[in-house]
């Protein structure tokens, strides 16, 4: 079993690993907390600090898939990436777990259910609208990891500037993520489905089964995103900056027999 790889990557990642279990746990509190906003937006960019350089901060299943897809020098080794998600998933759970008893910021303060509350009757599917929005969602936020991470495509050179882009898509993200209710507390998805599923684990506890009525949207679709963000990146994102970088050279060299021929031609005409 020692030498299986993903044992191999487990000892070899031990660090990083907890690194990254460490920021997914205190992401699922800062969440608790603050559903989406000014605050969530400084703790989050904060977070992605602490752990930039040793983990990536991906803190999220759908971005560390992301990287496992992805075909360039940023690819994620596969076994690597399974024990991201397991360490998130546990970080999720632990953070979740310390937000509850240690800091009082409960996610089931009543008798309330985590439910989309649709209602049929009337024709308002709002399961529907959370399908998309959470897939829109995980398609930003992973889109963002994924051109900002790539030195020939990010927005600026400076690693600050870097994050506070990473930073504010995840707030886009949530602003446009369907509201939810776990007791009139949680008040949008996390676009996250390692805290979706620590969140909803001590619903659950606090509720009963009833109160897991369409809360498989909220751990699916932003897989979803996250595969089409991919697909964006792969397929669209580098053929239009390949485009636009051949033309910038196409331009230059222009520019360059241009300059080349206002050299020569007073030589020419003496």
């Not at 998805?189 to 009963?208: C, D, V």
Request: hydrophobic share 50%; net charge negative.
């Amino acid at each position: 079993m020692a030498d299986h790889p993903i044992m191999e990557h487990f000892f070899a990642s031990l660090m990083i690993l907890i690194f990254e279990t460490l920021g997914t746990g205190m992401l699922a509190m800062l969440f608790t907390a603050d559903h989406g906003g000014a605050g969530f937006f400084i703790g989050f960019f904060i977070l992605l600090i602490f752990s930039a350089r040793i983990s990536g901060s991906h803190y999220n299943p759908v971005v560390t898939l992301a990287y496992m897809l992805r075909k360039d020098s940023g690819s994620f080794n596969k076994w690597l990436g399974i024990l991201y998600m397991i360490a998130q998933t546990l970080g999720a759970i632990g953070g979740v777990f310390a937000a509850e008893y240690f800091f009082g910021l409960s996610v089931s303060k009543s008798s309330d259910v985590l439910t989309l509350d649709a209602n049929l009757s009337s024709g308002n599917y709002p399961f529907i609208q959370a399908m998309i929005s959470e897939t829109l969602g995980g398609f930003i936020l992973v889109l963002a990891y994924l051109t900002q991470t790539e030195e020939n495509y990010k927005l600026s050179s400076d690693a600050a500037i870097t994050l506070l882009i990473i930073s504010a898509a995840y707030l886009v993200a949530l602003a446009l993520s369907h509201p939810v209710s776990i007791s009139h507390n949680w008040s949008q998805s996390p676009l996250n489905p390692a805290i979706a599923l620590a969140m909803m684990t001590f619903a659950l506890f606090s509720e009963g089964i009833t109160s897991m009525h369409f809360a498989w949207i909220f751990l699916v679709f932003s897989w979803f995103g996250s595969i089409l963000a991919v697909l964006c990146f792969e397929l669209v994102f580098k053929k239009a900056q390949d485009t636009v970088e051949k033309d910038d050279e196409i331009m230059e060299e222009h520019e360059a027999q241009e300059e080349i021929a206002e050299i020569a031609q007073p030589l020419t005409e003496n």
